[in-house]
Structures are given as structure tokens and as C-alpha cells.
């Protein structure tokens, strides 16, 4: 098992870009630098903040990019939901995600 916490983790963005969901739990701002480096990493973020309010929603699918979750429901219940995507669904989103997101920050 893979252990992220209590310190630096070398390869952590490699770790993270090798996940098909990324966890994103409330911050203590209206903001999360972790969706971001998720997207940049290509993981699905998985939105675990009920107030959470994600930016560019005009410009920005963020339904087909990402998964929001309530919190109340964090648990089996989510881990049931994830697991029953079809690996189909996950690389088409992956797929988006790369194409919306990852190749504009790469292109600079």
C-alpha cells in the first residue's frame, strides 16, 4: 500500500497522473490548488466539497471533465459509484480532460 502523507513524496505528481480519480476534498479557501495539479496530472478530480464552485463554468464542461460528490456520501457509496464506471466512460473523460485542459497549460 502507498503512502502519501507525512512528508514530501518524490514522484507524488508522477503517483497522482497514474490514478484514474483524484480526491478533492474542501480546502480552507473557495479554492483547491489540488483540483488543478489533478487536472494537469490528467486524473479525473473527484469533488468532495459541497460548496466548492468550480471556475470557467460558461467556458468549462465541468460535468464531463470531473465528478462532483456530496460529502454526506463520501464513502462506499462513492467507492461503489467508481468502481462501476465503465472503463470505457473513464478513458473518454480522461480523454476530454487532456484535450480541454492539459494540452492548453502545455502549450505555453
Not at 502507498?2 to 483524484?22: D, P, Q
Not at 464552485?53 to 464531463?64: G, M, N, P, S, T
Request: proline share 6%.
Amino acid at each position: 500500500m502507498l503512502k502519501l502523507s507525512g512528508g514530501f513524496v518524490e514522484n507524488y505528481l508522477e503517483i497522482k497522473g497514474n490514478a484514474h480519480f483524484c480526491l478533492i476534498p474542501a480546502g480552507t479557501s473557495p479554492w483547491t490548488n489540488q483540483l488543478y495539479e489533478s487536472i494537469h496530472c490528467g486524473c479525473i478530480p473527484v469533488i468532495l466539497s459541497d460548496e466548492y464552485e468550480v471556475a470557467f463554468q460558461h467556458l468549462i464542461d465541468w460535468k464531463r471533465l470531473s465528478i462532483k460528490w456530496p460529502e454526506a456520501e463520501v464513502g462506499p457509496e462513492l467507492y461503489s459509484f467508481l468502481s462501476s464506471l465503465p472503463t470505457k466512460s473513464i478513458a473518454a473523460m480522461k480523454a476530454r480532460l487532456y484535450r480541454k485542459c492539459v494540452v492548453c497549460w502545455d502549450s505555453g
